[in-house]
């Protein structure tokens, strides 16, 4: 196959997946992001679960990258995966589609950089739009507003 041939090939499969891809899907950002300047790893995750627990979500864990996540011997404490979860709304969620257990419970991941800490997640609505299951989606919404008063609290 010539390199013409692959790239329309690739173009057309890019046009049907917009094409058939949802309107809701089209309208959401993929990652919710937000930054914590001047602060270290370890302040970013207090004030993160403080954050947390003020938004009626109960912190489980974090995890730092090097722990079970690469191989041994690498070291990457600048990176921290932060869990936590609001058990009803994931019980009503997993309820209506358990597909949502491949986002649940909620994470945020904490990459510590020369200017402070940037807070990265993935945007549940944004999933949601993809499984086609509107009365998911719309606690997927209500998900999505949660993340952001979380991550903007944290960044005060």
Not at 23 to 49: D, P, Y
Request: charged content about 20%; some cysteine; glycine content about 4%.
């Amino acid at each position: 196959m010539s390199k013409n041939h692959r790239w329309t090939v690739t173009m057309i499969l890019w046009v049907i997946f917009f094409v058939t891809m949802p309107v809701a899907a089209q309208e959401q950002e993929a990652l919710l992001v937000g930054s914590l300047k001047g602060r270290n790893i370890g302040q970013a995750t207090e004030r993160l679960i403080q954050a947390i627990n003020s938004n009626n979500f109960t912190f489980v864990r974090f995890q730092d990258v090097d722990d079970r996540l690469v191989p041994p011997g690498w070291k990457a404490k600048s990176v921290r995966i932060v869990y936590f979860c609001n058990f009803e709304l994931m019980s009503k969620a997993l309820a209506l589609d358990t597909r949502t257990s491949e986002f649940l419970p909620c994470r945020i991941t904490l990459i510590e950089t020369a200017q402070g800490v940037d807070m990265i997640a993935v945007n549940p609505a944004w999933v949601s739009a993809r499984l086609g299951n509107h009365r998911l989606h719309e606690y997927c919404v209500q998900m999505k507003k949660d993340y952001q008063s979380i991550m903007e609290e944290a960044a005060l």
